[in-house]
T-cell receptor
Framework: DTAVSQTPKYLVTQMGNDKSIKCEQNLGHDTMYWYKQDSKKFLKIMFSYNNKELIINETVPNRFSPKSPDKAHLNLHINSLELGDSAVYFC???????????FGAGSRLTVL | QKEVEQDPGPLSVPEGAIVSLNCTYSNSAFQYFMWYRQYSRKGPELLMYTYSSGNKEDGRFTAQVDKSSKYISLFIRDSQPSDSATYLCAMRANQAGTALIFGKGTTLSVSS
């Protein structure tokens, strides 16, 4: 069973479209994250939720909206996609009192 | 100055070589230090985790943290072709609501 699973794995879409990426973890962790990895492999924090509550919201355009229906799920919705949104988006989770993150396999978004 | 600096490489070594990977950082509040390994088209996976200053060894891997110099290192002994990957340093402060901050990653290639 995959600990942190993301869908879809690949997403190709046109500029201006709206898309969502879903993430689920079965580790019982309280905290979940979205990171963006650009073409140069730089991993940058976007959002973090702890028990469905937003705790980290970095400087990310308003077109990006995370949603956490429960502590095992954290979804990312992106409106009006732009070319610069092309990247790999990683979901990660962290247990209570722990400092290490467990990552999903990533969702590769290509905006044409 | 970026919070975490890491030379992206690429670094190419022959099999059996000793590899040294390094990161410097500017935030003296960082207390937890990690190294993640990322294979192509996969998510980052935790390799080493160290709290505060000191050394930690795990098989062929040794992590060192020098907080006085704000410098961390990962050594790989007897490198193998299977070690070919991108190595990302990561760190965070001992403070609720703070995220794990990553370096840009060093791409390592070990040739047989």
């Amino acid at each position: 069973d995959t600990a942190v699973s993301q869908t879809p794995k690949y997403l190709v879409t046109q500029m201006g479209n709206d898309k969502s990426i879903k993430c689920e973890q079965n580790l019982g962790h309280d905290t979940m994250y979205w990171y963006k990895q650009d073409s140069k492999k730089f991993l940058k924090i976007m959002f973090s939720y702890n028990n469905k509550e937003l705790i980290i919201n970095e400087t990310v355009p308003n077109r990006f909206s995370p949603k956490s229906p429960d502590k095992a799920h954290l979804n990312l919705h992106i409106n009006s996609l732009e070319l610069g949104d092309s990247a790999v988006y990683f979901c990660a989770s962290q247990g209570a009192g722990a400092n290490v993150l467990t990552f999903g396999a990533g969702s590769r978004l290509t905006v044409l | 100055q970026k919070e975490v600096e890491q030379d992206p490489g690429p670094l190419s070594v022959p099999e059996g070589a000793i590899v040294s990977l390094n990161c410097t950082y500017s935030n003296s509040a960082f207390q937890y230090f990690m190294w993640y390994r990322q294979y192509s088209r996969k998510g980052p996976e935790l390799l080493m985790y160290t709290y505060s200053s000191g050394n930690k060894e795990d098989g062929r891997f040794t992590a060192q943290v020098d907080k006085s110099s704000k410098y961390i290192s990962l050594f790989i002994r007897d490198s193998q072709p299977s070690d070919s990957a991108t190595y990302l340093c990561a760190m965070r402060a001992n403070q609720a609501g703070t995220a794990l901050i990553f370096g840009k990653g060093t791409t390592l290639s070990v040739s047989s």
